[in-house]
T-cell receptor
């Protein structure tokens, strides 16, 4: 079983839809949480960090539930340009390196 | 400003050949990471440098994999006697310092195909 689990999708949604991605992690030592975005054949880029209090950046909202070891990403009013793979990522507090542990990624395709 | 660069962008190797992949991190970034991304999977950690010191190599899959960063800037990932299962995209990332609070910036990757 992988340390970070995501539904690989693909999620096919129309423009303007709201879509939610979920992720679970198994190591309770995980201390930092992120969502990265990866376009086809490109490098991953940080989308947003995730905090226990929840955080919002425009149309994107991320939530963390430490008790359930569950992370979510909500995208409202989807745009064609949101089509990409979304990677759920954790980092352990016990690691001073900051090495990242990635989920498999969830593919989103937004259609006109 | 210049981001992380990697070369070559594509490499085809015959099984058994040795390959060397180069990473130029962002200038001034102390931390450097190598990740391996197989098709349809998320990246997996290989190794970590702080300046020239290799502090974590727990993700290297076998002793055929070797990484170095002798002067604390450019890094090379070497794979000896390549196998088909080594086919993947090798991503390099750098950050200002160690620890998760510093964002990692990824290079475009080297796509290695072993035939």
């Amino acid at each position: 079983r992988k340390e970070v689990e995501q539904d690989p999708g693909p999620f096919n949604v129309p423009e303007g839809a709201t879509v939610a991605f979920n992720c679970t992690y198994s190591n309770s030592a995980s201390q930092s949480f992120f969502w990265y975005r990866q376009d086809c054949r490109k490098e991953p880029k940080l989308l947003m960090s995730v905090y226990s209090s929840g955080n919002e950046d425009g149309r994107f909202t991320a939530q963390l539930n430490r008790a359930s070891q569950y992370i979510s990403l909500l995208i409202r009013d989807s745009k064609l340009s949101d089509s990409a793979t979304y990677l759920c990522v954790v980092s352990h507090g016990s690691s001073n390196t900051g090495k990242l542990i990635f989920g498999q990624g969830t593919t989103l395709q937004v259609k006109p | 400003g210049a981001g992380v660069s990697q070369s070559p962008r594509y490499k085809v190797a015959k099984r058994g050949q040795d390959v060397a992949l180069r990473c130029d991190p962002i200038s001034g970034h102390v931390s450097l990471f190598w990740y391996q991304q197989a098709l349809g999977q998320g990246p997996e950690f290989l190794t970590y440098f702080q300046n020239e010191a290799q502090l974590d190599k727990s993700g290297l899959p076998s002793d055929r994999f070797f990484a170095e960063r002798p002067e604390g800037s450019v890094s090379t990932l070497k794979i000896q006697r390549t196998q088909q299962e080594d086919s993947a995209v090798y991503l390099c990332a750098s950050s200002l310092s160690g620890g998760p609070k510093y964002e990692q910036y990824f290079g475009p990757g080297t796509r290695l195909t072993v035939t």
